[in-house]
């Protein structure tokens, strides 16, 4: 998924009012030497993000919107606090002896939000719709693994079948898949109610327009639902009673803030308005490390540069496609990724010389990682980029500068740790002479402006959605909607995308595991030797929750849950 990497620069002097959990006054709390207390032990008040770009999950691809969905959905499985999986709308599971047949026995009395009672068939619904061409959802090459879909007409009526009575899904797959429960406990795998969602169709807006606001038409089928939503202020959920483990939540109102404001909601957080926050500015990580509230988790994932392929930059400069290839290379190496790490970043984060993060399973018993792309040594980096340039006639190595005028902008959201990651690599390249214009742009629009391909190089960063290379190896398909270095949407290219679709497609289709692996590497060597993503670091996941909060978990995915959350006295 999409992370946003939020943190700021503290404002001084900067007057903060009531903090945006609706218009309920700030709680009080009281310090208790190095710990607080909370009179209030069934709200928590959170801040995930600024104002999320869909809280329709089959239309989700950000890690913030991820959060709110697992907290108000819920699929067939679901993630533990300890990150396992277990059945969630699922009562149990069968596996066929080959590997490509799912069989779900549905739990009994399962209901939506409004009432309704909630079966297979929902799942059935839920899962053409978000695989449909109507939908057009970024996320629908995940449903390649069926036999039937194609990106023209979805999924077949044979892919997912629901018994007569409601009670049993039998899944068919095209191959055996490692990953698939998994992704039954991702949001794009949700089930959402037809009979809400249906009647707010057109054909201005394709997939309703139910998940647009708070009302009787969002209907979820999670811990919470949503009563208020103050746009680009904040949102209220309230504890849905008719979820099936309704029993186990104690926090029955959950306000969250938004804004791109990090530090307001860090003065929220140290005025006691605030539980949870889900970043830290920059300029606070010192000091707020210290705390025993400040958490560092394992995070999959990695924060990198995103080079448009497709980019009337290179033919600017008078660079043919091989030539560019050497400019995003050389641009590549400029970029001083320790001094990110450790001025910005400022949470221990490693180098990365891979896409794929270290650490991911290989899905056949190892780690992925078995090689690094680039050296970490910056000086050495610097010395090479000048003589690709120089190569490729841009640079004068006796002059020690470069032979023409070099401008493009960056693009990046607004949050000031992703701006001051561009403020550091512009200063990278200014260093030989290169001029970067900094871009920034709100969150949502940012999202679509680099997936429409509308830039020139762009800040991205990806959460892997599950343990596996396939989750960020088939992103890059040609169809894909989280393709936004554009790769394969231009014909006039000679780059052979196609080559690459394929690929993908046999991985998933490889029963060997030990080739699967291999095929995976393969890929990823052809998506590095675009030279077009620029990984930055590897991530970890920063947040603060108060010492009165317990229960509060999150996933190495980045996925936060609260509805298991206890706040004690």
């Known amino acids: 998924m999409k992370k946003k990497l939020v943190s700021l620069v503290l404002v001084a002097g900067m007057a903060l009012g009531l903090v945006a959990c609706g218009n309920k006054a700030p709680e009080s709390t009281q310090s208790v030497g190095t710990t607080t207390t909370k009179a209030d032990t069934t709200t928590l008040n959170i801040f995930m993000a600024s104002e999320p770009d869909?809280?329709?999950?089959?239309?989700?691809?950000?890690?913030?919107?991820?959060?709110?969905?697992?907290?108000?959905?819920e699929g067939l499985m679901r993630y533990n606090a300890n990150g396992e999986l277990e059945p969630a709308c699922a009562e149990s599971y069968e596996v066929s002896e080959d590997g490509l047949t799912y069989t779900f026995t549905m739990k009994d009395g399962l209901i939506w939000s409004n009432g309704d009672a909630l079966d297979a068939t929902d799942f059935v619904y839920s899962w053409k719709r978000a695989a449909s061409p109507e939908v057009a959802?970024?996320?629908?090459?995940?449903?390649?693994?069926?036999?039937?879909?194609?990106?023209?007409?979805?999924?077949?009526?044979?892919?997912?079948?629901?018994?007569?009575?409601?009670?049993?899904?039998?899944?068919?797959?095209?191959?055996?898949?490692?990953?698939?429960?998994?992704?039954?406990?991702?949001?794009?795998?949700?089930?959402?109610?037809?009979?809400?969602?249906?009647?707010?169709?057109s054909a201005e807006n394709p997939a309703g327009t139910w998940a647009l606001d708070a009302g009787e038409n969002f209907v979820s089928n999670g811990a919470y639902k949503l009563e208020s939503w103050n746009h680009d202020s904040d949102m209220t959920y309230v504890?849905?009673?008719?979820?099936?483990?309704?029993?186990?939540?104690?926090?029955?109102?959950?306000?969250v803030m938004l804004t791109s404001d990090d530090v307001a909601a860090y003065t929220a957080y140290q005025t006691g308005d605030l539980d949870f926050i889900d970043t830290v500015p920059t300029a606070e990580v010192p000091t707020a490390s210290q705390s025993e509230e400040f958490v560092v988790a394992d995070n999959l994932g990695t924060y990198y540069v995103?080079?448009?392929?497709?980019?009337?930059?290179?033919?600017?400069?008078?660079?043919?496609?091989?030539?560019?290839?050497?400019?995003?290379?050389?641009?590549?190496?400029?970029?001083?990724?320790?001094?990110?790490?450790?001025?910005?970043?400022?949470?221990?984060?490693?180098?990365?010389?891979?896409?794929?993060?270290a650490g991911c399973s290989d899905g056949n018993g190892g780690e992925f990682k078995n090689k690094d792309y680039y050296g970490t040594d910056y000086e050495a980096n610097v010395a090479e980029a000048k003589e690709l340039l120089a190569s490729i006639g841009l640079f004068d190595l006796d002059q020690d500068?470069?032979?023409?005028?070099?401008?493009?902008?960056?693009?990046?959201?607004?949050?000031?740790?992703?701006?001051?990651?561009?403020?550091?690599?512009?200063a990278d390249f200014a260093?030989?002479?290169?001029?970067?214009?900094?871009?920034?742009?709100?969150?949502?629009?940012f999202l679509n402006t680099r997936k429409n391909g509308d830039f020139d190089i762009a800040r991205e960063g990806w959460i892997m959605d599950y343990n596996d290379p396939i989750n960020m190896l088939e992103m890059w398909t040609t169809e894909s909607?989280?393709?936004?270095?554009?790769?394969?949407?231009?014909?006039?290219?000679?780059?052979?995308?196609?080559?690459y679709d394929q690929l993908i497609s046999d991985i998933r289709t490889e029963a060997d595991l030990a080739k699967r692996a291999e095929l995976m590497h393969?890929?990823?060597?052809?998506?590095?030797?675009?030279?077009?993503?620029?990984?930055?670091?590897?991530?970890?996941?920063l947040y603060m929750v108060k010492s009165y909060v317990k229960g509060v978990y999150s996933t190495v995915e980045g996925m936060k849950y609260f509805y298991h959350a206890t706040i004690e006295q």
Not at 437 to 445: F, K, R
């Open 137 to 201: 959802a970024d996320y629908s090459y995940l449903c390649e693994v069926f036999p039937s879909f194609t990106y023209e007409n979805g999924l077949g009526d044979e892919d997912v079948v629901a018994s007569e009575d409601g009670k049993t899904l039998t899944v068919t797959l095209k191959a055996v898949c490692p990953y698939f429960l998994d992704l039954c406990a991702f949001p794009f795998f949700f089930p959402v109610d037809e009979e809400v969602v249906e009647p707010t169709v």
């Open 306 to 357: 995103g080079f448009n392929y497709n980019s009337d930059l290179y033919s600017k400069l008078g660079l043919d496609e091989e030539q560019a290839k050497v400019f995003r290379q050389a641009l590549s190496l400029l970029i001083d990724r320790q001094y990110i790490i450790d001025n910005i970043a400022q949470t221990n984060q490693k180098i990365a010389t891979t896409f794929i993060p």
């Open 54 to 73: 869909h809280l329709d999950p089959a239309l989700n691809s950000t890690v913030d919107g991820g959060c709110l969905a697992v907290n108000c959905f």
């Open 522 to 541: 393969q890929a990823e060597d052809m998506l590095m030797e675009t030279q077009c993503v620029v990984p930055i670091y590897y991530y970890n996941d």
């Open 481 to 499: 909607g989280n393709n936004d270095c554009q790769f394969g949407r231009d014909a006039s290219k000679a780059l052979d995308w196609a080559a």
């Open 239 to 255: 504890k849905n009673d008719s979820y099936w483990d309704a029993d186990s939540v104690s926090i029955t109102t959950l306000n």
């Open 401 to 426: 500068a470069l032979t023409q005028d070099v401008s493009f902008v960056y693009l990046t959201n607004n949050s000031e740790g992703n701006v001051k990651t561009a403020e550091a690599i512009q």
């Open 431 to 445: 260093t030989i002479g290169i001029n970067m214009t900094i871009e920034q742009q709100e969150w949502a629009t």
